[in-house]
Structures are given as structure tokens and as C-alpha cells.
């Protein structure tokens, strides 16, 4: 809309430290793959070291601009055309460059509006990566948590930390090894305290599902008319009080496993 064309993005990579274009308009992938700089290195470089806007009036007569794209090697693509940077900045950390080419005119005054409203774009630039990068540290922070959980629960369900060494319970130990591995259903049967729960979680986190849900069903605490719902789930609607959708524990445990504890306790 104002007649500004290969426009770029260039941003710092987070884990690296390198700038390079993130976003561009008016350039080819091979292009866009070629735009790495460093800071102090040609008119990006100089933007990203003095945190200072920047107009090339012709690009054609700047030695400062290296084409590092190869955008413009044509002679046709470089005549009588003006470059503008400015910064990409939030609370005085400069995180890139916003740039765009334009066709180039004596009007100076009308650099600058293209710069005032490029440093306007910027900033909105700025507030979104500042917003992202707080995005992805808590989000990296749960998955750190949440590795350190598994860890920890799938170190407490060992099979060693099951009591008993008789010659029965070993052929238990033996049985949840080759099970574990499989998709089969198992069925644990025991006296209450024998420890069914436990071998159920051992059979979970010692399987190629331990990084899914383990979800634990008390059949004998579910009335006999929500059992279906909170099995199978509900559709918002399906009866009387069915104010919204409910995934089932089916569902909850795809990918995992699900532990029908008490089993017998449903009716037929």
C-alpha cells in the first residue's frame, strides 16, 4: 500500500546469537536462505550495531550495502532504488532489523514518514518477540517439570520397589517384562493391599506409553448411571445436565494406559 517492496525481517537467533531473515516479501527461499549478518557488517549490520534508523538514498552508489541476498544483482534491480532499516527494539534490546526497498525519490520528507511509520511496525515487532520468547521459556519450563516428574514417578514404579521375593511374585516380575513392551490387555487379579495398583504402574512406565497418560479408574466409587459418561464421555446436549462436552477415560488415556481398578465391581 506504500509502494515499499522487498521488505525484510532479520532477528537474532535465540540459542545461536546470528541474525538472519526471519520474514521477507519480494525475495525467493534461495534468497532468503543467503540474508546472515553480523553486527557492524554493511547498512544491517551498522542498524543492529547503533540501534539508529538508517536511509541508502540509492543503493547503487553505497558501498556500505552489500547485497547480501544477491536480490539485486542486476543492474535493472539496483538503479534508482532507496533502502531503509530501522531497529527492532523492546526495552533497549535491539532484536533485529525491519527493512524495505523504495523507489527512489528527492523527497525527503517522505524517507521519513516511511521511517516513522517502519519504526511504529518495529516496535509492534519487538513487543511480539519479547511476548513469544516468554512463550517459549515457560513453555520450555513445563517440559523440563514435567521430564523431571516422569523421572521421578517412573523411578518410583520399578519393579524393585515392589516387596516380595518368592518364587510366585517372581513369575509376576517376569511376566510384567514381556508384557510391558505389548499392547495387550492385562488383567491383575489380588487380594486388596497385594499391590495391583503398582504392578499396573509398572506395567505403564516401564512401556514404550510411559511419556503418555496413566489414567486410573475407581469402578466401585462411579454410580452405576455415570459409569457409561465417564468412560465413554458426552456430547454437550445428550441429556439433562450435559452443559458441555466430556472426553471419556478411553480417550484421556489414548496413547497411554487405562487402569480399571475394581473391575468386578460393574455390573454385567
Known sequence: MLGLNRGTLVLRDRDSGDYSIWA????????????????????TGKVLATGQPLVV??????????????????????????????PVTVQGEILGVLSADRIFSDDQAGYQEDI?????????????????KAVEQGRQALEREKEELRSEVKGRYRLSDVAGGSRKMQEVY????????????????GESGTGKELIARALHYNSPRAAAAFIRVSCAALPQNLLESELFGHERGAFTGASEMRRGRFELADGGTLFLDEIGDIDL
Open 24 to 43: 521477507a516479501y519480494g525475495l525467493t527461499d534461495s534468497e532468503i536462505e543467503r540474508g546472515r549478518y553480523t553486527v557492524g557488517e554493511g547498512v
Open 57 to 86: 538514498p540509492d543503493i547503487g552508489k553505497e558501498p556500505l550495502f552489500l547485497n547480501r541476498t544477491k536480490a539485486r544483482s542486476n543492474d535493472n534491480t539496483r538503479r534508482n532504488v532507496a533502502f531503509l532499516s530501522v
Open 116 to 132: 516513522r511509520f517502519m519504526t511504529v511496525l518495529a516496535s509492534l515487532i519487538g513487543q511480539a518477540c519479547k511476548l513469544s
Open 174 to 189: 517376569g511376566t510384567v517384562e514381556r508384557v510391558a513392551p505389548t499392547r495387550s490387555t492385562v488383567l491383575i487379579r
